[in-house]
């Protein structure tokens, strides 16, 4: 059975090549987010096998996001997606749970390594 992600960054064309990378991988995306308020409500909505969050995003960042996701679901797993020279806070969404982190701009290879190792 196809696993259930979704896609949290602000930028609609991030979320458009993600998508596009894990549909034609047999991923099925539960639903997108562009902030961190709209992804906690997503998550709750949609139950997904797994969030890949960036770590910057308006209204709320990805780390706030995430432990608010965990304090819902102590077991939600979580991909954090963010730029280069953000080693600081990759370390701090570890720290609240992250399974594991993905830097932009994104190579697809590296973006179903990530998914396979955390999902299968």
Do not use: H, W
């Not at 602000?10 to 034609?24: E, N, P, Q």
């Amino acid at each position: 059975m196809a696993k259930n992600i979704l896609i949290c960054d602000d930028a609609a064309f991030m979320r458009m090549m993600i998508k596009d990378i894990l549909t034609k991988n047999g991923y099925n995306v539960a639903g997108e987010a562009e902030n961190g308020l709209k992804a906690i409500e997503k998550y709750k909505e949609t139950n997904p096998d797994l969030v890949l969050m960036d770590i910057t995003m308006p209204e709320m960042d990805g780390i706030q996001a995430l432990r608010e996701i965990k304090k819902v679901d102590a077991g939600a797993t979580v991909i954090m997606c963010s730029a280069m020279g953000q080693q600081a806070m990759v370390i701090e969404s570890i720290q609240a749970g992250a399974k594991d982190f993905i830097v932009k701009p994104f190579q697809a290879e590296r973006v179903l390594e990530a998914v396979k190792k955390v999902v299968g």
